[in-house]
């Protein structure tokens, strides 16, 4: 992941001033100029019903008026997802922030012509490089619904692990569910990030005098 400022006078945590580029995704604040792409995929029931404040019928009102919030959200970060093999096309969107509880919980969905092609998992990993590097927090937390198992597996692929159930409210459904809560702690992330270091070469040779497998 690469992170770069778009403002140098504002502070590094801004994520208004941050673009962050992966492999095959740019990571940037929500413009207004997003809203009618954003309102295009975020209007899916599918996506409505596994997360916890997104309406339906989503209208691009509603996402003029999200992008208007996330000015007043001092404690959020959160990107708009693009991606460079699709021309730049906004795929998706997540983010991070401080809710009631201290840990900060991560968020995220993407467009349904987008499932299935680790764009989450993309998307997530560099939510958490970046939450991990630009602010001091020792964790992140996430939730999602049991029902969920591509969000459970995106989790899981990620490092988090889950640490108990309990309720979740949908506001599209206008009723809470069963969910499943999951952490990761910057010693795990830490730890993840430096394996690959110290992993076992791809295929397992034999070496001489240790005698054969
Ligand atoms: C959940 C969501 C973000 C996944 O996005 P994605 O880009 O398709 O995810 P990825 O491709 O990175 O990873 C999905 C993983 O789940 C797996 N998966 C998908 N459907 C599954 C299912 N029904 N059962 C088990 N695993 C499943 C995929 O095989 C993949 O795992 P793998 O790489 O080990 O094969 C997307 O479906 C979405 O936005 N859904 C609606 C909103 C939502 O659920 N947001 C999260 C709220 S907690």
């Known amino acids: 992941m690469t992170a770069v400022q778009m403002n140098s006078g504002s502070p590094p945590e801004d994520s208004s001033t941050f673009i962050l580029e992966t492999k095959r995704l740019v990571l940037r604040a929500p413009r207004l100029e997003d809203a009618e792409a954003i309102a295009l995929l975020a209007n899916n029931r599918k996506i409505a019903e596994m997360t916890e404040l997104i309406p339906h019928p989503y209208r691009i009102e509603d996402a003029e008026a999200w992008i208007a919030s996330l000015a007043e959200k001092g404690q959020s970060t959160t990107f708009a997802l693009f991606a460079k093999d699709k021309g730049l096309a906004f795929i998706g969107a997540c983010g991070y922030g401080l809710r009631e509880e201290t840990t900060p919980e991560i968020r995220y969905w993407i467009g349904e012509p987008f499932w299935g092609r680790s764009y989450a998992t993309e998307a997530v990993r560099a939510m958490i490089d970046h939450a991990f590097t630009a602010t001091d927090v020792d964790a992140l937390a996430a939730g999602c619904r049991v029902t969920n198992l591509a969000s459970r597996r995106v989790l899981e692929k ?49 070496a001489k005098g240790l005698g054969k497998r």
């Open 158 to 206: 990620c490092g988090f692990q889950w640490t108990g159930a309990g309720l979740c409210r949908i506001r599209a459904l206008g009723a809470s569910v069963p969910s499943d809560r999951f952490r990761l702690d910057r010693r795990t992330w830490a730890s993840l990030r430096t394996w690959g270091r110290t992993a076992l070469p791809g295929r397992a040779r034999t």
